[in-house]
């Protein structure tokens, strides 16, 4: 019989984990029906409800979650927040908004458990044009004032030639998926040695 990720999950961990154990980044899709995928989308996937995600937390051990805005969504958090509600204080959430949203947007995310932006430079490319130095800068003008950090999904290419603006950034970075690294290249990619340089830096996380 074929044993699913899920089926692992729920057997029980080899050691606990600690108390307040976090998923640092999980991602919501739909309902369909209510929330349904952005007409401007890179990829199609399945619904993905956070009552599944919290059974796994269940059988692992996991505590919180910081649920993080799928680019399948687009800039409509609707599905995010629904689901940070749900979670209360366990949760909090990293939102995805265009540079013109009103500061009551971001006031009222605050509030709900919102705690940062995602710059999505990979799947949401077109959505951020222009001068990426002056769209790190407005992202920090914007973020300051919230205690937010900038989370960045990017390319390795594209973090090189963010690595400076991001080295001297005025608020918390961190860096999505890793700077997306190719496996096959070794240690010694430039890319990879961007994230390393960056990490090694008090302000950023990856």
Same mark, same amino acid.
């Given at each position: ?9 729920? *057997? ?51 505590? /919180? ?24 204080? *366990?949760? /909090? ?24 932006? *995602? ?7 077109? /959505? ?12 920090? *003008? ?54 390393? /340089? ?9």
């Amino acid at each position: 019989m074929a044993v699913t990720p899920l089926d692992r999950a729920q *057997r029980a961990p080899s050691q606990p984990l600690p108390r307040g154990a976090t998923d640092c980044h999980m991602h919501v899709l739909g309902p369909f029906g209510r929330y349904p995928l952005a007409a401007e989308r890179a990829y199609n996937a399945p619904e993905a409800p956070l009552e599944v995600h919290e059974r796994m937390k269940r059988a692992v051990g996991l505590e /919180r979650t910081v649920l993080v805005q799928a680019s399948g969504h687009g800039f409509d958090n609707r599905a995010m927040l629904a689901a940070l509600g749900m979670l209360g204080p *366990r949760g /909090r959430a990293v939102a995805v908004l265009p540079p013109d949203s009103p500061k009551t947007d971001l006031q009222e995310m605050q509030l709900a458990g919102v705690r940062g932006v *995602r710059l999505n430079l990979v799947t949401l490319a077109s /959505r951020h044009p222009g001068d990426r130095g002056e769209i790190i800068a407005a992202c920090e *003008r914007r973020l300051a004032p919230l205690g937010w950090h900038l989370q960045v999904f990017a390319h390795a290419a594209t973090l090189i030639e963010l690595e400076p603006l991001l080295a001297r950034c005025e608020v918390p970075v961190v860096i999505d998926h890793m700077g997306l690294p190719d496996a096959t290249a070794g240690t010694a990619q430039p890319g990879f040695q961007a994230v390393l /340089r960056l990490a090694a830096l008090k302000h950023v996380f990856v």
